[in-house]
Every structure is written in structure tokens, then in C-alpha cells.
């Protein structure tokens, strides 16, 4: 029997979905252009992870060099050598990447928030970066200077400001 059976496309809506549903639906499938992915309807380019594997496939087993096959699955280079360490690290898992954003709790409790107000209070002459050392060297925590200064001049520990209460019309 021919996969897809007659009259289905290569990608059901219902594919889409649960692609998108595992977070491995890619934005990127128009930029593969492998002979594997254009003729054979086993292979689907809005699959990120199988393009991901593919890729480095294509290099390990049939030896394309890396900038060939990261051009032909439409990543680059240095993207291909970010995808294969992550392989070689968790396998197949690592090639679903990992989310972006914040990975851990905030550093900022208010327990370093107040430390920090209390050491430039008490000593207005240091310097951000002088305060981020003292946070270290007391707290085990490490912060930026930039974030550091932020907490000093009262904008809280994640640089946002507290909106401002709507104007009257």
C-alpha cells in the first residue's frame, strides 16, 4: 500500500497538531531541501526532530560533510555542531532542544533583594559590581551588575516596573 494512501496529504492536520502539540513542529521546513525530503513521503520536513536526526544522519552514515548537510536541512554549522553535541549528550531526547527562557527559580528573593538594600543603605559608596561581590561572598549567590543595579535603584529584582495605574479619560 502507498503511503499516504490516495487522496491524503503528506501531512494531516492531525499530524500537525500533535507536532505542534510536542513542540517539534518546525518553522524552518521550507529551508530543507534534501533529495530525502522531496521525494519520499516517509520523510516530512515539518518534523523537526526527524530533520534534526536526519541531518546528522546524513553526515555520519552517508559522510556529506557537516556544511553540506546543515545547508541541505537548512541549519547552519554551527547549528549542526550545537545538535549533535546535544544528541551525543541525550541521544534522541536532546534533539527535541530545550525550551527557552528562564531554566531555573529566580535568584532574586527577597532575601538578596534585601541584603542588597541594606549594603548600599549602609555603605553608598559601593559600586554594583563591589555589591554583586559581597552577595557572592555572603549569599552564594551570583548576579549581574546590571541586575544588581536595578534592585539598588528600586526597580525589583527582574527589571520591570510597577505599572502605573490607568489615567482618568
Same mark, same amino acid.
Given at each position: 500500500?502507498?503511503?499516504?494512501?490516495?487522496?491524503?496529504?503528506?501531512?494531516?492536520?492531525?499530524?500537525?497538531? +500533535?507536532?505542534?502539540?510536542?513542540?517539534?513542529?518546525?518553522?524552518?521546513?521550507?529551508?530543507?531541501?534534501?533529495?530525502?525530503?522531496?521525494?519520499?513521503?516517509?520523510?516530512?520536513?515539518?518534523?523537526?526532530?526527524?530533520?534534526?536526526?536526519?541531518?546528522?544522519?546524513?553526515?555520519?552514515?552517508?559522510?556529506?560533510?557537516?556544511?553540506?548537510?546543515?545547508?541541505?536541512?537548512?541549519?547552519?554549522?554551527?547549528?549542526?555542531?550545537?545538535?549533535?553535541?546535544?544528541?551525543?549528550?541525550?541521544?534522541? +531526547?536532546?534533539?527535541?532542544?530545550?525550551?527557552?527562557?528562564?531554566?531555573?527559580?529566580?535568584?532574586?528573593?527577597?532575601?538578596?533583594?534585601?541584603?542588597l538594600v541594606q549594603e548600599?543603605?549602609?555603605?553608598?559608596?559601593?559600586?554594583?559590581?563591589?555589591?554583586?561581590?559581597?552577595?557572592?561572598?555572603?549569599?552564594?549567590?551570583?548576579?549581574?551588575?546590571?541586575?544588581?543595579?536595578?534592585?539598588?535603584?528600586?526597580?525589583?529584582?527582574?527589571?520591570r516596573r510597577k505599572k502605573?495605574?490607568?489615567?482618568?479619560?
Amino acid at each position: 500500500m502507498a503511503y499516504p494512501p490516495p487522496g491524503v496529504t503528506a501531512m494531516s492536520e492531525g499530524k500537525r497538531q +500533535a507536532l505542534k502539540r510536542a513542540g517539534v513542529l518546525s518553522t524552518r521546513a521550507g529551508r530543507v531541501s534534501s533529495p530525502l525530503f522531496e521525494k519520499l513521503t516517509f520523510f516530512d520536513a515539518d518534523d523537526r526532530l526527524q530533520v534534526k536526526y536526519e541531518m546528522l544522519r546524513s553526515h555520519e552514515v552517508d559522510r556529506l560533510a557537516i556544511s553540506r548537510a546543515a545547508t541541505l536541512f537548512g541549519y547552519t554549522r554551527q547549528a549542526y555542531y550545537q545538535i549533535s553535541h546535544a544528541f551525543d549528550e541525550e541521544g534522541v +531526547a536532546g534533539l527535541l532542544g530545550s525550551k527557552r527562557g528562564r531554566k531555573g527559580p529566580l535568584r532574586c528573593t527577597p532575601e538578596v533583594v534585601g541584603f542588597l538594600v541594606q549594603e548600599k543603605q549602609r555603605h553608598p559608596e559601593l559600586t554594583a559590581s563591589e555589591l554583586a561581590a559581597r552577595l557572592l561572598e555572603e549569599k552564594g549567590v551570583e548576579l549581574h551588575r546590571r541586575t544588581v543595579e536595578k534592585i539598588v535603584a528600586g526597580l525589583g529584582g527582574g527589571g520591570r516596573r510597577k505599572k502605573k495605574p490607568p489615567r482618568g479619560r
